[in-house]
């Protein structure tokens, strides 16, 4: 079955570390997405794909970064310069990401990220 | 720009009672609105979608939600919920290249 693959599910590192977040989706979408949750802030967008190779910065980047070398992946790195990486990620795909779209999105089960 | 407004964080509620949860937008461009559900753990499904065309959506589980354009809303309405409903509620504007989405109101039912 299509879908996105987000791994692992829990992840506990130490404070100053680098920890890289993995998505898989064999859907065949264009579009990926990494939002952050924290209880009670909704999802709040950290980066976004609309092609291969080529990526943007949402609303919360800093601290963050991604690469988007092949359509089916979307990795996220939680760099030491995040100053409160613990939290829960979730990744997004979408068939295509453009406004004259109505696309929604489909979601990995998500990542809870704890820093110690 | 886009945004969401969930009027509601918390919404309890007895089992087989209705239930609305609502929701408010603006949006800058074509009016795309979504409801998701968050179980806990999880990540988001998709409830229902408007596009265009009919301003009553029916989705999943027994949920619908009503379009009123001139109101700005987008609120989601079950006419009897299960204690299985017990869940994050999501709602969401699509803007010029991602979701802008509401900050989630969790519906609690209690038996």
């Known amino acids: 079955d299509g879908g996105i693959t987000q791994s692992p599910k829990y992840l506990f590192r130490k404070e100053g570390q680098n920890v890289t977040l993995s998505c898989e989706q064999n859907?065949?979408?264009?579009?990926m997405y990494w939002y952050r949750q924290d209880p009670g802030q909704g999802l709040r967008l950290i980066y976004y794909?609309?092609?291969?190779?080529?990526?943007q910065k949402g609303d919360i980047a800093e601290g963050y970064s991604v690469s988007r070398e092949k359509k089916e992946s979307f990795p996220l790195t939680v760099t030491s310069a995040q100053k409160n990486p613990t939290a829960f990620y979730l990744c997004a795909s979408s068939a295509d990401g453009s406004a004259q779209r109505g696309y929604g999105y489909t979601f990995g089960s998500g990542t809870r990220l704890t820093v110690v | 720009a886009q945004s969401v407004t969930q009027l509601d964080s918390q919404v309890p509620v007895f089992e087989e009672a209705p239930v609305e949860l609502r929701c408010n937008y603006s949006?800058?461009?074509?009016?795309?609105l979504f409801w998701y559900v968050q179980y806990p753990n999880q990540g988001l499904q998709l409830l229902l979608k408007y596009l265009s065309g009919s301003t009553l959506v029916k989705g999943i589980n027994g949920f619908e939600a009503e379009f009123n354009k001139s109101q700005t809303s987008f609120h989601l309405r079950k006419p009897s919920v299960h204690i299985s409903d017990t869940a994050e509620y999501f709602c969401?504007?699509?803007?010029?290249?991602?979701?802008?989405f509401g900050k989630g109101t969790m519906l609690l039912v209690s038996p």
């Open positions: 949006s800058s461009v074509s009016v795309y």
């Open positions: 794909s609309q092609i291969v190779n080529d990526f």
């Open positions: 969401a504007v699509k803007g010029y290249s991602t979701l802008t």
């Open positions: 859907l065949n979408h264009d579009a």
